[in-house]
Structure formats: C-alpha cells, structure tokens
C-alpha cells in the first residue's frame, strides 16, 4: 500500500504534464489547418475579392 501511496502522486502530476503538452500541440494543428484554408480559399478568390473591393471603391468615389 505504502508503494501505491508514494507513486499515485508522481504519475498524477506526470500525466498534468504530458496532457498540456498535446494541448498545445493540437492547438498549433489546428492554427496549421485553418492557415492551409485561409491560403487556399485567397488563392482560389483573391482575383474575384480584388475586383469586388475595386468596384465599391469606384462606386463610393463616385458618389461623393
């Protein structure tokens, strides 16, 4: 019982440890994906965004 009782606590505080490491590890997994997204979506959009963001420049100076 004695062994158990000196144990319990190191492996207690050796699984806090571990645990918080994979947090941040799956919070830099997840920072990786939605970058991947962000990429791929501007690449895929960023001539149709550009000239959007154009035409409402020209029509707001225009109006003024």
Wanted: hydrophobic share 45%; net charge positive; charged share 15%.
């Amino acid at each position: 019982m004695n062994i158990f009782a000196a144990t319990y606590p190191k492996l207690r505080e050796r699984r806090r440890y571990l645990s918080r490491g994979q947090t941040m590890t799956e919070y830099a997994l997840i920072m990786a994906a939605i970058a991947v997204v962000v990429f791929v979506t501007y690449n895929t959009m960023g001539n149709d965004i550009n000239s959007v963001v154009n035409g409402i420049n020209v029509d707001l100076s225009s109006a003024s």
